[in-house]
């Protein structure tokens, strides 16, 4: 991004996500609420196709979910709720409206911290979220389109942040927080290739100097963290470069083309009124009480924030943090909780380096799951142990972490069993250092190291590593050549 518009203009950004309730059955209707890989109008019942006389039945756990995500949103629950009728002509929900939540939404104002790569903090406003169903899905062909109508009835959060984003980077930050918070919560299965997900981009600019805000242009059913950031910073550059020709900006829906890296125009924007909302009579109000919406939020699993205090208290960078706080599974994450508090110093420091980047590394990129883990606390501070005090190399400790952690053997007999355990008698390492100092092929590092070439050092270890097959202590016998050569 070009410093000298960065100085010129501001974008501001509100970010509309929508999250599908990880519920066994859609919001008015007993359906299947799973329609990963299913044949199309499979998961469907006659309340999906609003045929005449179904009414709609409330799905209580949809309702529990929502009180959870309030409290990942630092939000309060509404006591009452209702839903009302979005009559957008939708072409792929037979009842020709969206039942949602106009008036009275169930999640009211809250707020998400975020962390950027920096290290810096920066909050964005939660205006609400409330209830609604999903649309189906439409297929377009060259002279008519069909419709699958399994993901109709979906139950829903939409959570509509306040307009406190300013940065591409900000937006893509809110974007993975909030995914991590609903999945936390249990709220959703998170999956957003399957579209659990999506984000609206709400994009306008205007210059430094402006009282007011631009027209905005809303980019559509982002369903990547990248796609959020490289969305808004297209179309940032795209909304300057017309205010520099003169030309006006038209709020309109806009769509992401992930292959090219450009928005394209869709549709104009309406404006509320446009959608003619109004009460549905056939849904009763939601009446919770205060002691309802405790018990619902009081089993929660630790959230986001809470497990980043605890790993930066630890002394984990912001790599380390960010690749822990995506560890999908709550025990793995209540493990870590467990390590920080009970271990410390160098030994904590390499039982959390271990399990976040050695294992967290091998099951992020596919290659391995933590399901097959036998995490227990005093072997890994025991093969800790055994790294700081030099009986095993470091890259010899990793290997006898990956076969501890699936046979739940001690790593004391792994190293012994496979002779990975390092020599550290003085005594024995000092004989090979004489040996390989009287080697008349060592007599050219030895000469360097007289000079000052440091490094040259590394010959003779590798030298003496030779020898004693692998198994010297290589800090210990750097430190004898030294002490014999100077």
């Known amino acids: 991004m070009k410093n000298e518009l960065l100085q010129k203009y501001e974008m501001t950004i509100g970010i509309e996500c929508h999250v599908q309730l990880a519920t066994a059955t859609k919001l008015f209707s007993p359906a299947d609420n799973d329609a990963r890989d299913a044949e199309p109008n499979s998961k469907v019942h006659p309340i999906d196709f609003g045929l005449p006389g179904m009414l709609p039945v409330l799905n209580r756990h949809a309702v529990d979910l929502a009180i959870r995500a309030g409290r990942a949103l630092n939000a309060p629950i509404a006591e009452v709720s209702r839903f009302d009728r979005k009559h957008y002509f939708y072409p792929d929900l037979p009842n020709g409206y969206q039942i949602t939540q106009m008036y009275q939404p169930i999640i009211l104002a809250g707020f998400v911290d975020t962390v950027l790569e920096d290290g810096s903090e920066h909050r964005v406003r939660i205006h609400h979220a409330h209830m609604e169903t999903d649309a ?18 979906t139950p829903l959060i939409e959570i509509v942040s306040e307009p406190d984003i300013h940065s591409p980077a900000e937006a893509r930050a809110y974007a993975t927080e909030l995914h991590r918070l609903m999945t936390y919560a249990g709220v959703t299965f998170g999956d957003l ?46 909304q300057v470069e017309l205010i520099e020709k003169g030309e006006r900006v038209v709020q309109e829906t806009r769509g992401w083309n992930d292959d090219k890296g450009i928005t394209t125009s869709q549709r104009s924007k309406e404006d509320a009124q ?73 030994i904590r420091r390499r039982i959390l380096n271990w399990l976040i980047i050695d294992v967290q590394g091998r099951v992020g990129a596919g290659n391995d799951t933590w ?91 590798g030298q003496i590593m030779k020898k004693s097959k692998g198994q010297a202590n290589p800090s210990l016998a750097q430190e004898l050549i030294r002490k014999k050569l100077s």
């Open 371 to 461: 399901e097959s883990k036998q995490l227990l606390p005093e072997h890994l501070v025991n093969l800790a142990e055994m790294a700081e005090k030099g009986e095993i190399s470091s890259n010899s400790a990793v290997t006898v972490l990956q076969e501890m952690l699936v046979s739940g053997d001690d790593p004391r007999l792994i190293a012994e069993g496979k002779n990975l355990l390092q020599v550290s008698d003085e005594n024995a390492i000092a004989a090979i250092v004489d040996q390989v100092l009287a080697d008349p092929a060592s007599a050219a590092s030895i000469a360097d190291i007289k000079a000052g070439k440091d490094k040259a050092v590394g010959y003779l270890v």
């Open 274 to 346: 446009d959608y003619r909302y109004m009460p549905d009579a056939d849904i009763p109000p939601i009446v919770l009480t205060h002691d309802e919406i405790e018990a619902i939020q009081s089993d929660m699993s630790m959230l986001p924030g809470e497990l980043r205090s605890i790993l930066k208290g630890a002394g984990l960078d912001y790599a380390m943090t960010e690749t822990a706080l995506n560890i999908g599974e709550p025990w793995v994450r209540d493990f870590l909780v467990h390590i920080a508090a009970g271990t410390e110093g160098e």
């Open 136 to 153: 189906g899905k439409l297929t377009h062909y060259s002279d008519y389109s069909l419709v699958d109508l399994n993901r109709a009835g």
């Open 193 to 238: 290739y399957h579209g659990n997900m999506r984000f609206d981009v709400n994009i306008s600019v205007a210059p430094k100097s402006a009282t007011e805000l631009g027209k905005r242009a809303e980019v559509k059913n982002l369903n990547s963290f990248r796609s959020v950031e490289r969305a808004a910073e297209y179309e940032f550059h795209r």
